[in-house]
């Protein structure tokens, strides 16, 4: 598996958030027409800060690939890029049928239910497949739990 990082939106533009407590959402563009993605890669969506709450992860598929393609999201650690869950927040999701994912859909999934991060983590997408003509967007909602 290759891991090459992509700054498609940065690292997810958040809503800004300065008190405790406070929801916020967080989201991240990635077009596979204006860069191509091999099958395997990994593409660093979301900076999830520590101490936050992730409740819920959602992929909207925009424009569908035109061939095979399935998408695992799932968190990684930011210091060496191990996978912590690949596919923790949504599990094969159908790359190829313009529609929305959510984790709060699936409650097989890993983090069905939020999960807490108490160190700097990142989503990512792993892409089980190539895509040149894709365009998704991961979002997130989270808990500010700093205090």
Same mark, same amino acid.
């Given at each position: 598996?290759?891991?090459r990082?992509?700054a498609?939106i940065?690292?997810?533009?958040?809503?800004?958030?300065?008190?405790?407590?406070?929801?916020?959402?967080?989201?991240?563009?990635?077009?596979?027409?204006e860069?191509?993605?091999?099958?395997?890669?990994?593409?660093k969506?979301?900076?999830?800060?520590?101490?936050?709450?992730v409740?819920?992860?959602i +992929?909207v598929?925009? /424009?569908?690939?035109? #061939? &095979? %393609?399935?998408?695992?999201v =799932?968190d990684?650690l930011?210091?060496?890029?191990?996978?912590?869950?690949?596919?923790g927040?949504?599990?094969?999701?159908?790359?190829?049928?313009? +529609?929305?994912?959510? /984790?709060s859909?699936? #409650? &097989? %999934?890993?983090?069905?239910? =939020?999960?807490?991060y108490t160190a700097?983590?990142?989503?990512?997408?792993?892409?089980n497949?190539?895509?040149?003509?894709a365009?998704?967007r991961?979002?997130?909602?989270c808990?500010?739990?700093?205090?």
């Amino acid at each position: 598996m290759s891991l090459r990082t992509f700054a498609f939106i940065g690292d997810g533009d958040a809503l800004p958030s300065n008190r405790s407590g406070l929801l916020f959402a967080l989201q991240a563009e990635i077009d596979c027409a204006e860069n191509n993605v091999a099958s395997g890669d990994i593409v660093k969506a979301l900076a999830i800060p520590a101490n936050t709450l992730v409740q819920d992860v959602i +992929a909207v598929v925009e /424009t569908a690939e035109g #061939d &095979t %393609l399935t998408l695992d999201v =799932g968190d990684y650690l930011t210091a060496d890029d191990t996978a912590v869950d690949a596919d923790g927040y949504l599990d094969g999701t159908d790359g190829n049928t313009a +529609a929305a994912s959510k /984790t709060s859909d699936t #409650d &097989t %999934l890993g983090h069905f239910g =939020g999960k807490f991060y108490t160190a700097a983590s990142y989503i990512g997408v792993l892409f089980n497949n190539a895509a040149s003509a894709a365009v998704i967007r991961i979002h997130a909602i989270c808990v500010d739990c700093n205090a």
